[in-house]
């Protein structure tokens, strides 16, 4: 087995990479992420390579609308305020999953 280290050219891949799923603290190395789906109050934030990144709403029913999609992969804490004040334009306190 060759190191990743060694053997510029190799495939590398991390799963549940921590610091994509943070707020602001992004992806430091510039690997490409390929496969992306966090969850953010009141939606989502997916992406599959090589397509766009996309920030989806998630309504009262439980079915989900894409709201914006992005070249580039967008601060999470710009797509959650895009989101969330979305729903409370639209839904206000009512869309909540766990009322329902």
Do not use: C, Q
């Not at 921590?18 to 969850?39: I, P, Q, V």
Request: aromatic share 16%; proline share 5%; hydrophobic share 30%.
């Amino acid at each position: 087995i060759a190191s990743a280290h060694t053997t510029p050219s190799s495939t590398f891949v991390v799963l549940n990479n921590a610091y994509s799923t943070s707020y602001d603290l992004g992806n430091k190395r510039g690997y490409e992420e390929a496969y992306y789906l966090k969850r953010i109050s009141k939606g989502w934030v997916f992406r599959a390579f090589p397509g766009p990144w996309e920030a989806y709403l998630e309504k009262p029913d439980g079915t989900v609308e894409l709201l914006e999609s992005y070249k580039t992969k967008p601060s999470l804490r710009d797509v959650s305020t895009l989101v969330r004040d979305e729903s409370f334009k639209r839904y206000a306190i009512n869309n909540d999953r766990w009322m329902g």
